[in-house]
T-cell receptor, first 116, second 116 residues
Framework: GAGVSQSPSNKVTEKGKDVELRCDPI?????LYWYRQSLGQGLEFLIY????????KSGLPSDRSSAERTGGSVSTLTIQRTQQEDSAVYLC??????????????FGSGTRLTVV | QQQVKQSPQSLIVQKGGISIINCAYE??????FPWYQQFPGKGPALLIAIRPDVSEKKEGRFTISFNKSAKQFSLHIMDSQPGDSATYFC???????????????FGKGTLLTVNP
């Protein structure tokens, strides 16, 4: 597709359940990012994948969160044993390298996660 | 530690007026400063960006002013329109040689409302 696709767009889950969020980046984009957006908190960095390099996981909030990127394309963000504090919009973005002057991310529309 | 501080949290401007949003950063290694615009239910979209080799960049009604010594940058929206009503995020990153790291640190956002 032409943009970054995220699924599902909305997810309501019970506290303690595991959830998987999916991101399809723009074809050919080598870098992929996950951010979390909470009301009044802006965008918090979670994890960054770049090609075959080891991912930068420095933003993952707890050992309940993990992410993987298969084949340098699709990425899944997994949150285990969800808590109410995990409720937020999870945004995925992708970008390319080496396009002179174009360093911007392309974001998906996000997955709104609500833990009840 | 909040590395990018954005103000104000919210802003109301009359149609035709000038909207000004300010950001300050702490990390002197930051050398790429984009602004993102986000409409409800959508992911943020790159609006305009600046590198520290220039003090100002203008694209249409949008201008970034950059003050390296003060570690501040701002977004000016001239002739503000109701369609500009959105949340605006400033961000900063370190553009390493070879473009290997695009991790952005975002401000907390400014909700702009332009009244007709």
């Amino acid at each position: 597709g032409a943009g970054v696709s995220q699924s599902p767009s909305n997810k309501v889950t019970e506290k303690g359940k595991d959830v998987e969020l999916r991101c399809d980046p723009i074809s050919g984009h080598t870098a992929l990012y996950w951010y979390r957006q909470s009301l009044g908190q802006g965008l918090e960095f979670l994890i960054y994948f770049q090609g075959n390099s080891a991912p930068d996981k420095s933003g993952l909030p707890s050992d309940r969160s993990s992410a993987e990127r298969t084949g340098g394309s699709v990425s899944t963000l997994t949150i285990q044993r969800t808590q109410q504090e995990d409720s937020a919009v999870y945004l995925c973005a992708s970008s390319t390298l080496g396009q002179g002057g174009v360093y911007g991310y392309t974001f998906g529309s996000g997955t709104r996660l609500t833990v009840v | 530690q909040q590395q990018v501080k954005q103000s104000p949290q919210s802003l109301i401007v009359q149609k035709g007026g000038i909207s000004i949003i300010n950001c300050a950063y702490e990390n002197t290694a930051f050398d790429y400063f984009p602004w993102y615009q986000q409409f409800p239910g959508k992911g943020p979209a790159l609006l305009i960006a600046i590198r520290p080799d220039v003090s100002e960049k203008k694209e249409g009604r949008f201008t970034i002013s950059f003050n390296k010594s003060a570690k501040q940058f701002s977004l000016h929206i001239m002739d503000s329109q109701p369609g500009d009503s959105a949340t605006y995020f400033c961000a900063a990153s370190i553009f390493e040689s070879g473009g290997s790291n695009y991790k952005l640190t975002f401000g907390k956002g400014t909700l702009l409302t332009v009244n007709p």
